[in-house]
């Protein structure tokens, strides 16, 4: 199975800010990796699949790298609307899986 | 507009049995593979199991294997999770999810969540 490693776990950051979190895979999994934004009490929303396309209505501050086993998410200028827990997921082979998130925090 | 509705979550004893329903609506159901996908409460996301758009391949996450069945009803529109055996650890949000044109398109459709507690 395959493990995903997300860093930081915690993060804090203000508005304007540039920020980027790492997801690291425990085998190569090509570019089959998604990354999504989850706020309180709501549902996941997806961000980016196969590692930099982004879903249609994701502001374009969000960018995704990466392949193999490293892969980054971006937010180039952070929003107040951007304070949310964010989430990798590899989606190469079953058992999918996720990364353990990352959380956004006002600093 | 696309729509996936769950509902089926309770309170349920250790040991007891739970099925929950995912109505699904706006789009061609029977032409998408359908995953499942829990939260604990405060930890993160899981994945459950999928099962393919016709249901000829389903898979587990390990920890279902056995207890869990994921099925579906193309004449419905909806998508079922057979929870049995159920641990204290089951307690979460489980969330219906439509994958993309295939899985490699990520999950870009979600429920709302239903709650599933196991407690005696």
């Known amino acids: 199975d395959i493990q995903l490693t997300q860093s930081p776990s915690f993060l804090s950051a203000s508005v304007g800010d540039r920020v980027t979190i790492t997801c690291r895979a425990s085998?190569?999994?090509?570019?089959?990796l998604a990354w999504y934004q989850q706020k309180p009490g709501k549902a996941p929303k997806l961000l980016i699949y196969?590692?930099?396309t982004l879903q249609s209505g994701v502001p374009s501050r969000f960018s995704g790298r990466g392949s193999g086993t490293e892969f980054t998410l971006t937010i180039s200028s952070l929003q107040s609307e951007d304070f949310a827990t964010y989430y990798c997921?590899?989606?190469?082979?079953?058992?999918?899986?996720f990364g353990g998130g990352t959380k956004v925090e006002i600093k | 507009q696309v729509q996936l509705v769950e509902s089926g979550g309770g309170v349920v004893q250790p040991g007891g049995s739970l099925r929950l329903s995912c109505a699904a609506s706006?789009?061609?159901?029977?032409?998408?593979?359908m995953h499942w996908v829990r939260q604990a409460p405060g930890q993160g996301l899981e994945w459950v199991a999928v099962?393919?758009?016709?249901?000829?391949?389903?898979y587990y996450a390990d920890s279902m294997k056995g207890r869990f069945t994921i099925s579906r009803d193309n004449s419905k529109n909806t998508l079922y999770l057979q929870m049995d055996s159920l641990r204290a650890e089951d307690r979460a949000v489980y969330y219906c999810?439509?994958?993309?044109?295939?899985?490699?398109?990520?999950?870009?459709?979600w429920g709302q969540g239903t709650t599933v507690t196991v407690s005696s």
């Open positions: 999810v439509k994958e993309g044109s295939t899985r490699y398109y990520g999950m870009g459709v």
């Open positions: 706006g789009f061609t159901f029977s032409s998408y593979g």
């Open positions: 099962i393919s758009f016709d249901g000829s391949y389903k």
């Open positions: 085998q190569g999994i090509s570019t089959y």
């Open positions: 196969v590692a930099s």
């Open positions: 997921q590899q989606l190469n082979s079953y058992p999918l899986s």
